[in-house]
């Protein structure tokens, strides 16, 4: 295959246009172009807006064209897994994306895992989900952290990652092969929203069953078995399994199963955090300031830091998108974003957040989760239900409070509140400064923008320690991966962790 880069088209020109391109650029006739696909996609929207292409073309005697500009050798990596002839059944505890991958990859090999998620299945899962959103009735073992699928499920599953490994592509190749839109592999930012990639982390499930992975839903890990502190199986609340793997992937608010498993005396550390709120304005406000004009039919997004001792940043931008009530414990006020494959609500959403240092914790390995639960048991107590706090952004820098400009898209409605009440002053000084310099690149930012909040479970405040071989450094078998491991922030980072961990297992057992 050749890889042509730097191929342009206007914004409002077809995509069918890319082969006479092509066709110029190696000057060649029709016939002479196999096939050919788009390999990435990006908007250079600085001036005249334009849209970059890189191509794949498949034409014969690839040499010839090597020496043209913008023109090279393009092999795809085998990345097929090494067939392994073995009874260990590995146990893989937690099915969000790290679970999913690790047990995709390990059936690859021919290991039949055994998986144990404390959530249901989607359908029922998205019944549970619906009723805390429109009642706030929460099912504290499923809702929208817990469940098949994992914390992303109910997300604007956003595929960014800055992470450059081949098995970046296999991921999507996955999510492709089982529905998702081939062109998540090649524009940049690309998301699937929360719609489809429902439909295909149960087609994923589907497939695993067949190829002869166990489920255990709606059951729960309580403890390691352990021998000379190694992993001979797990207890869950309502068996015992018994392997010599176990992989741990229970995501970022698994505070109670941490907890065991630290008691049990696996080596935990305290890791550094984020907390804020969302802010939230018209789409149509950040359509205007992102892309100057051209006539662009995706939502636009944006990425902001400021940099200070503490940075601000925003973070899980959903662009046409919702706030919703992540919460997964009872009297406990956690926000997030959600888009729909359309990205067609009228409001952008993005976290905005501040560095946390584990120096800000209470003491001990878990700190960091008594930290966020008194910042999010405070906004319960605030709003007195799971009604979200929410200001202006132009009244929280004035230190006043008038009624919310445009209501939010948070489903259970808001409180209103100041959050300079909620936050610890040194903090809201850090997001002062950064909303100022945000308007600075986003005209209206704080005039036409609300803060709804607060948000609390972008990060862990933990990391399972674990060695080159990924597992536990004082606890062998156990292997933690993703997010709640400490190893892992997004679908794509913890998709990615699960698959290192599975081809670390899959390579000590060949
Ligand atoms: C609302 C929301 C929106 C998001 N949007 C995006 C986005 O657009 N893009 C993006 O990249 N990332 C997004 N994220 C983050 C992303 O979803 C997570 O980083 C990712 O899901 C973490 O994967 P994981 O496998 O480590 O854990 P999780 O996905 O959290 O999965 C852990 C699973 O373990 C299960 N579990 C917990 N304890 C136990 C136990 N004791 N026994 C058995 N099972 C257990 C849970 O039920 C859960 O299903 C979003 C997260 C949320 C909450």
Same mark, same amino acid.
Do not use: W
């Given at each position: 295959?050749?890889?042509?880069?730097?191929?342009?088209?206007?914004?409002?020109?077809?995509?069918?246009?890319? &082969?006479?391109?092509?066709?110029?650029?190696?000057?060649?006739?029709?016939?002479? +172009?196999?096939?050919?696909?788009?390999?990435?996609?990006?908007?250079?929207?600085?001036?005249?807006?334009?849209?970059?292409?890189?191509? *794949?073309?498949?034409?014969?005697?690839?040499?010839?064209?090597?020496?043209?500009?913008?023109?090279?050798?393009?092999?795809?990596?085998?990345?097929? @897994?090494?067939?392994?002839?073995?009874?260990?059944?590995?146990?893989?505890?937690?099915?969000?994306?790290?679970?999913?991958?690790?047990?995709?990859?390990?059936?690859?090999?021919?290991?039949?895992?055994?998986?144990?998620?404390?959530?249901?299945?989607?359908?029922?899962?998205?019944?549970?989900?619906?009723?805390?959103?429109? &009642?706030?009735?929460?099912?504290?073992?499923?809702?929208?952290?817990?469940?098949?699928?994992?914390?992303?499920?109910?997300?604007? @599953? /956003?595929?960014?990652?800055?992470?450059?490994?081949?098995?970046?592509?296999?991921?999507?190749?996955?999510?492709?092969?089982?529905? @998702?839109?081939?062109?998540?592999?090649?524009?940049?930012?690309?998301?699937?929203?929360?719609?489809?990639?429902?439909?295909?982390? $149960?087609?994923?499930?589907?497939?695993?069953?067949?190829?002869?992975?166990?489920?255990?839903?709606? #059951?729960?890990?309580?403890?390691?078995?352990?021998?000379?502190?190694?992993?001979?199986?797990?207890?869950?609340?309502?068996?015992?399994?018994?392997?010599?793997?176990?992989?741990?992937?229970?995501?970022?608010? @698994?505070?109670?199963?941490?907890?065991? +498993?630290?008691?049990?005396?696996?080596?935990?550390?305290?890791?550094?955090?984020?907390?804020?709120?969302?802010?939230?304005?018209?789409?149509?406000?950040?359509?205007?300031?992102?892309?100057?004009?051209?006539?662009?039919?995706?939502?636009?997004?944006?990425?902001?830091?400021? /940099?200070?001792?503490?940075?601000?940043?925003?973070?899980?931008?959903?662009?046409?998108?919702?706030?919703?009530?992540?919460?997964?414990?009872?009297?406990?006020?956690?926000?997030?974003? $959600?888009?729909?494959?359309?990205?067609?609500?009228?409001?952008?959403?993005?976290?905005? *957040?501040?560095?946390?240092?584990?120096?800000?914790?209470?003491?001990?390995?878990?700190?960091?989760?008594?930290?966020?639960?008194?910042?999010?048991?405070?906004?319960? /107590?605030?709003?007195?239900?799971?009604?979200?706090?929410?200001?202006?952004?132009?009244?929280?820098?004035?230190?006043?409070?008038?009624?919310?400009?445009?209501?939010?898209?948070?489903? +259970?409605?808001?409180?209103?509140?100041?959050?300079?009440?909620?936050? =610890?002053?040194?903090? =809201?000084?850090?997001?002062?400064?950064?909303?100022?310099?945000?308007?600075?690149?986003? #005209?209206?930012?704080?005039?036409?923008?609300? $803060?709804?909040?607060?948000?609390?479970?972008?990060?862990?405040?933990?990391?399972? =320690?674990?060695?080159?071989?990924?597992?536990?450094? =004082?606890?062998?078998?156990?292997?933690?991966?993703?997010?709640?491991?400490?190893?892992?922030?997004?679908?794509?980072?913890?998709?990615?962790?699960?698959?290192?961990?599975?081809?670390?297992?899959?390579?000590? *057992? /060949?």
């Amino acid at each position: 295959m050749l890889l042509i880069s730097e191929i342009k088209l206007k914004i409002d020109e077809d995509e069918s246009i890319l &082969k006479k391109l092509i066709l110029n650029k190696l000057h060649i006739k029709d016939n002479e +172009l196999l096939n050919y696909q788009i390999y990435k996609k990006s908007l250079d929207a600085r001036k005249d807006a334009i849209y970059k292409y890189q191509v *794949l073309a498949q034409v014969k005697d690839e040499k010839k064209y090597l020496h043209l500009k913008n023109v090279s050798k393009y092999e795809k990596p085998n990345l097929e @897994a090494i067939k392994i002839k073995s009874d260990i059944r590995p146990i893989i505890v937690g099915y969000g994306p790290s679970g999913i991958f690790s047990a995709y990859r390990l059936l690859e090999a021919g290991l039949k895992p055994i998986i144990i998620e404390k959530g249901k299945r989607i359908n029922d899962r998205v019944k549970d989900v619906e009723l805390f959103f429109e &009642k706030g009735i929460l099912n504290p073992d499923s809702n929208v952290q817990f469940g098949e699928g994992g914390a992303g499920t109910f997300s604007d @599953a /956003k595929l960014t990652t800055r992470i450059k490994d081949p098995f970046v592509e296999y991921i999507l190749d996955v999510f492709i092969k089982f529905g @998702a839109k081939e062109n998540i592999k090649y524009i940049p930012h690309a998301h699937i929203g929360t719609d489809e990639i429902r439909k295909i982390i $149960m087609n994923i499930t589907d497939y695993l069953i067949n190829k002869g992975a166990k489920f255990h839903f709606e #059951e729960e890990l309580e403890e390691l078995l352990l021998e000379n502190k190694k992993v001979i199986g797990i207890k869950t609340n309502k068996n015992k399994y018994y392997s010599s793997i176990c992989i741990l992937g229970v995501g970022h608010s @698994a505070y109670k199963t941490i907890k065991n +498993l630290y008691l049990q005396g696996v080596d935990i550390s305290p890791k550094d955090i984020a907390i804020g709120f969302r802010v939230e304005h018209p789409q149509s406000l950040i359509d205007k300031n992102q892309i100057k004009g051209a006539d662009i039919k995706e939502a636009s997004e944006y990425f902001l830091r400021y /940099k200070d001792e503490k940075a601000v940043y925003s973070f899980c931008m959903c662009p046409g998108g919702l706030v919703i009530p992540a919460s997964s414990d009872f009297n406990r006020i956690v926000t997030n974003g $959600m888009s729909y494959s359309k990205r067609d609500s009228k409001y952008a959403n993005s976290a905005l *957040l501040v560095q946390v240092s584990t120096k800000e914790f209470p003491s001990g390995p878990l700190g960091g989760y008594e930290y966020l639960k008194e910042y999010e048991e405070k906004a319960y /107590k605030i709003s007195d239900s799971y009604k979200a706090l929410a200001c202006n952004i132009k009244d929280y820098l004035n230190n006043s409070l008038t009624p919310l400009i445009f209501e939010s898209t948070y489903p +259970l409605g808001t409180a209103l509140y100041d959050f300079n009440n909620f936050f =610890n002053p040194v903090d =809201n000084e850090y997001f002062k400064k950064a909303l100022r310099y945000f308007d600075t690149k986003i #005209e209206g930012f704080i005039e036409q923008g609300i $803060m709804v909040g607060p948000e609390t479970r972008s990060s862990c405040p933990i990391r399972i =320690n674990r060695d080159l071989n990924f597992e536990s450094i =004082n606890t062998k078998g156990l292997y933690p991966a993703g997010e709640g491991a400490g190893y892992g922030g997004g679908i794509m980072s913890c998709s990615l962790d699960g698959i290192r961990i599975a081809n670390k297992i899959i390579g000590n *057992l /060949k």
